[in-house]
């Protein structure tokens, strides 16, 4: 038999998944499992865990987006700009982390990782449309699953262990560090 918790994961997780999926496809973009798969990661027991998931996976897909956008307008696709690319999001990474003291702790490898699969999903895949239009829709998908993640941790959170049905929101450090 499923416990309660396990139950209430499930459950919670699915309707964000769905949400998120309705609402892309509401809007027409493409590829509305994107809205999905970034609702799962950002997804967390608490806003105190999800907000620096979400603010990673936000400002790596835009800024992968925008250097996707701007060298598939640019250049042909192929290895040297898929390189260059890469190597130069890293760099951009680096280099604002050091500029400005707060962004370091929200640029670093893991918004890399997440620019770096926006702009390797724009780069890469070959696709009718124009490079800038597949940057807007990738951003638009992800910012939908994560508003949506955040949304129903706002508003459907999940209780926190043996602790009689209260949620972790608010508990700040004693909530569980789930980071994907």
């Given at each position: 038999?499923?416990?309660?918790s396990?139950?209430?994961h499930s459950?919670?997780?699915t ?16 590829e ?5 798969v ?40 192929g290895?040297c700009?898929?390189?260059?690319g ?7 990474c680096?280099?604002?982390?050091r ?5 370091q ?5 893991t ?10 999903i724009?780069i890469l ?6 490079a800038w ?16 993640a ?8 999940e209780?926190?262990p ?19």
């Amino acid at each position: 038999m499923l416990k309660n918790s396990a139950l209430n994961h499930s459950a919670r997780t699915t309707a964000a998944a769905l949400a998120s999926l309705l609402v892309a496809r509401a809007f027409g973009l493409p590829e509305s499992y994107w809205a999905v798969v970034s609702t799962m990661i950002v997804m967390q027991s608490s806003l105190d865990t999800s907000l620096p998931v979400a603010w990673r996976r936000l400002a790596g897909t835009a800024l992968g987006a925008a250097v996707g956008a701007l060298l598939g307008t640019c250049f042909r696709p192929g290895v040297c700009v898929f390189g260059a690319g890469l190597l130069s999001l890293g760099l951009i990474c680096a280099l604002l982390g050091r500029a400005w003291k707060q962004l370091q702790a929200k640029l670093d490898r893991t918004a890399y990782r997440y620019a770096g699969i926006a702009f390797t999903i724009i780069i890469l895949i070959p696709r009718p449309s124009p490079a800038w239009i597949v940057a807007c829709h990738r951003f638009f998908e992800v910012s939908i699953g994560i508003g949506v993640a955040l949304a129903m941790t706002a508003v459907w959170p999940e209780a926190a262990p043996g602790g009689g049905g209260k949620s972790f929101v608010g508990t700040g450090r004693n909530a569980p560090n789930r980071h994907v």
